[in-house]
C-alpha cells in the first residue's frame, strides 16, 4: 500500500512538474511583450464577422457599427453591413448592401453621420470590369433597419493628368462631405499625391477638389490619411516621402474650409514613419488622428527591423492647433507594435489602439495604450483573444473597443488593470493571474469566476 502511495505522489509529481513546465513555456512567450501593465477583462464581447469595423454613436438609444464582410466565403463578393445595436450591445438590426454583379467591394473610410443620414466611401469592380469609387448615403429612418438611398460617384480619374483617386476617410460639416485620400499617377510616372475633395452632401455635387503640390525640386510622394475639423478648419494626416524609395515622414497640415494651406508640419524619425498600421498591420488602418481640447493627437507606427524580423515601435504626437509639437510618447517592445486608431476623451487620457505583431509565430494581440494626463509614459494593456484593436468610444463610462471580429464592453476605470506586475500561467482551460499581492483571479469562457 504503502509503495502504490509513494508512485502515485511520484506520479502527481512528475504531473505537476510537466503542467507547470509547459505553463512556464507559455508563460515566456507572453512575457515577450516587456511587461503589459495589464489585461483588457471585457464585460461583455459580441463576435462581428467582419473588417474595417467603425462605430458611430447614432442618437441617445442606439449605436451602428459599419463593416464589410464576404457574402460567399473565399469568393470575390462582398458586402457592406450596417449593424444597429442598444448600448448594451443587444444587436438590434441590420441592412446589408450587396450588388451580386460586382465583385471586391472594399469599404474605404469610416462612417460618419450629418445627425440624420450617414456616409461611408467605397470602392468595388462593376460588370464593365471598371472600378466604382463612390459614397453610400444610408437613411436610417428608411425601412425598418434603415437603407442606402442615395450613391454619389468619384470619379476614379479626378483630372486630365490621369491621376487615379483613392478615399482614406472623409467628414461632414455644414452640408458638405470632405474627402481626403491621395491620387496615384498611372500613365507610368511615379509619385501619389495628397487629394482634398469637398462635395455637396445633398446631390454628391464635387465643389472643388485639391492635389498637393510639390515641396521643392525632388520627387515627393504625399498622401492625406485621415481628416478632422475644428474651429472651422480642416485638419488633415497623412505620410510624405521625400522621394521614390527614400523612408517616409509624416505629415500634419491646417487648411481653410476651401482647401487652402495654412501651415504643414513633416517630421519623422529616420526610419519609415506611418500614419497608419505598419508593417504588422492586419486589416488596413481606421483612424488616427483626434482634435480635442484645442490641441491635436496623431498616432504613428514607426518602421523597426531586428534582423530579418519586424519590430516596429508606437508613438503618439500632440500639436497645438498651430501646429506646434507640444508632447511625444514612444513605446517599444522586441515584437512588432503598431497602432490602428486613437481616442481622447473628455478629461484628456488618450488611448492609443492597435496591435503586438509577432512575426515569427504570426499572431496579433489586441493592444491598448493608456496615456493619463500629466505622465510621461504610455500604459499597455493587451487583450489576448483579438488580433487587434481599431476604434473606440466611451460613452457613460463605458469603453466601447472594436477589433479585428468582434466589439468588447467594459468599464472604462475599473476591469482595465487586472495586475500591475502579472506572473500568468496559461492552463488549457482556464488562465490564472498571479499579483505580486498574491491576489488570484481565474477568468473561465471571459467571466470571472473567482477572485
Ligand atoms: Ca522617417
Ligand atoms: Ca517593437
Keep these: 500500500m504503502g509503495e502504490h502511495n509513494s508512485l502515485r505522489l511520484l506520479a502527481l509529481f512528475l504531473f505537476i512538474f510537466i503542467v507547470v513546465s509547459i505553463s512556464l513555456a507559455e508563460a515566456e512567450i507572453l512575457m515577450e511583450y516587456d511587461h503589459p501593465n495589464g489585461y483588457i477583462v471585457p464585460e461583455k464581447y459580441i463576435p462581428i464577422n467582419g473588417s474595417r469595423m467603425s462605430m ?7 449605436i451602428l457599427i459599419v463593416y464589410y464582410h464576404w457574402v460567399i466565403p473565399q469568393s470575390s463578393k462582398f458586402a457592406i453591413t450596417f449593424l444597429w445595436m442598444d448600448y448594451d450591445g443587444n444587436i438590434l438590426g441590420n441592412y446589408t448592401f450587396y450588388n451580386s454583379s460586382w465583385n471586391w467591394t472594399t469599404l474605404c473610410t469610416r ?82 499625391k495628397g487629394f482634398l475633395c469637398c462635395m455637396d452632401a445633398q446631390n454628391g455635387d464635387i465643389l472643388w477638389y485639391d492635389i498637393e503640390e510639390n515641396q521643392s525640386n525632388i520627387y515627393e510622394v504625399t498622401s492625406h490619411t485621415y481628416i478632422e475639423i475644428y474651429n472651422d478648419t480642416l485638419y488633415l494626416y497623412g505620410v510624405w516621402t521625400p522621394c521614390m524609395y527614400v523612408q517616409s ?7 481653410t474650409l476651401n482647401g487652402t494651406l495654412i501651415w504643414r508640419k513633416i517630421w519623422g524619425s529616420p ?34 527591423k531586428l534582423f530579418n524580423y519586424t519590430a516596429d515601435n508606437v508613438s503618439i504626437y500632440k500639436f497645438t492647433l498651430d501646429g506646434e509639437l507640444v508632447g511625444e510618447w514612444k513605446w517599444s517592445s522586441n515584437l512588432a507594435d503598431g497602432a490602428s486608431g486613437i481616442y481622447v476623451a473628455d478629461n484628456g487620457t488618450t488611448y492609443l489602439l492597435g496591435y503586438i505583431y509577432d512575426d515569427y509565430e504570426n499572431t496579433h494581440t489586441a493592444t491598448m495604450w493608456i ?34 471580429h468582434y466589439l468588447i464592453i467594459f468599464s472604462e476605470d475599473s476591469d482595465i488593470i487586472v ?21 488570484v483571479r481565474v477568468f473561465c469562457n471571459r467571466e470571472v469566476i473567482m477572485i
Design 371 to 404: 496615456l493619463h494626463p500629466n505622465s510621461t509614459s504610455l500604459k499597455c494593456y493587451a487583450y489576448y483573444d483579438g488580433k487587434d484593436a481599431r476604434y473606440m468610444r466611451i460613452i457613460n463610462g463605458k469603453i466601447y473597443l472594436l477589433g479585428h
Design 271 to 304: 526610419n519609415w514613419d506611418y500614419s497608419y498600421e505598419g508593417n504588422g498591420g492586419y486589416v488596413g488602418a481606421e483612424h488616427l488622428l483626434a482634435v480635442r481640447n484645442n490641441y491635436i493627437y496623431v498616432g504613428a507606427t514607426v518602421d523597426m
Design 111 to 192: 462612417a460618419i453621420t450629418d445627425g440624420r443620414y450617414v456616409y461611408i466611401v467605397f470602392i468595388t469592380s462593376t460588370e464593365s470590369g471598371d472600378d466604382l469609387l463612390a459614397v453610400l448615403k444610408f437613411d436610417p429612418y428608411a425601412g425598418e433597419n434603415g437603407s442606402v438611398v442615395d450613391m454619389f460617384p468619384i470619379p476614379t480619374q479626378i483630372d486630365d493628368l490621369h491621376n487615379e483617386t483613392g478615399i482614406g476617410d472623409l467628414i461632414y460639416y455644414n452640408g458638405y462631405l470632405y474627402l481626403a485620400g491621395a491620387v496615384a499617377r498611372t500613365d507610368g510616372d511615379y509619385g501619389g
Design 249 to 255: 515622414d509624416l505629415k500634419l497640415e491646417a487648411r
Design 56 to 62: 458611430l454613436i447614432y442618437n441617445e438609444s442606439r
Design 419 to 439: 495586475a500591475e506586475f502579472p506572473m500568468i500561467y496559461i492552463l488549457p482551460i482556464l488562465t490564472i493571474i498571479l499579483t505580486l499581492e498574491l491576489k
